[in-house]
């Protein structure tokens, strides 16, 4: 009778302990999501509070060098592509950072054209941006921007031509990247905006002090 007594006692002991256990896994579980969904939330702001800053203010608000940040983001267009090299992945990084939106306009850059300076669409958008000349060639003229069709091919250009439609896209959508990128596509594509905004969340974290 003691025996079943005992018996019984430690099965209670040992399935409260259980409990306890799991219990204390799950609040620890539960403190753990609610810390990653603030520190996702912050970093979500501060993606979009970045995608509007120039190249020289964003360098300076991470508070690292610009060879530090030029490094890491060179390193990351390499590993992004498959047809340049690491000289031609800092000269993109180069160009980029003096736009207005530098981590916005490299994953833009990116989806578009895999950082290939020669990419041509099969709608005959071209060069890195893959902006159309057939709609944006005599605003891009107006604007010295390019002169000729083939300018697009040249990385800085077309860079600068890209920036150009950006910036028109963002305005027109009221500063909205997900609308502007829509904008720019020319529709919408929920693969196309989560694949730029995935790679713009990835360049963010890239250059965090």
């Known amino acids: 009778m003691l025996k079943r007594i005992s018996q019984a006692i430690r099965f209670t002991w040992y399935r409260t302990c259980a409990r306890l256990y799991l219990s204390w896994r799950t609040y620890v579980t539960i403190l753990l999501v609610m810390v990653m969904a603030v ?11 970045d995608t509007t800053a120039p190249g020289e203010e964003l360098k300076s608000r991470l508070a690292l060098t610009a060879k530090v940040t030029d490094e890491r983001l060179t390193g990351w267009v390499y590993k992004n592509s498959t047809r340049i090299s690491v000289s031609m992945s ?14 916005l306009m490299l994953a833009l850059v990116s989806a578009e054209s895999e950082f290939t300076p020669t990419a041509v669409s ?3 958008a071209k060069g ?4 159309m000349w057939k709609i ?21 250009i077309s860079i600068r031509a890209g920036e150009y439609v950006l910036v028109k896209c963002l305005t027109a959508s009221g500063g909205d990247v997900t609308k502007a990128l829509e ?5 919408k594509d929920g693969f196309y905006t989560k694949k730029i905004l995935s790679r ?4 963010y974290v890239l250059v965090q002090p």
């Open 122 to 124: 099969v709608a005959g």
């Open 39 to 49: 520190i996702l939330a912050q970093g979500i702001k501060g993606i979009y509070l």
């Open 90 to 103: 800092k000269d993109i990084v180069g160009y980029s950072m003096n736009t207005k939106h530098p981590l």
């Open 183 to 187: 904008r720019y596509l020319g529709g």
């Open 200 to 203: 713009l969340a990835d360049m």
């Open 136 to 156: 944006w060639g005599p605003d891009l003229i107006k604007a010295g921007i390019a002169k000729e069709e083939r300018d697009l091919f040249d990385p800085s």
């Open 128 to 131: 890195l941006t893959q902006v």
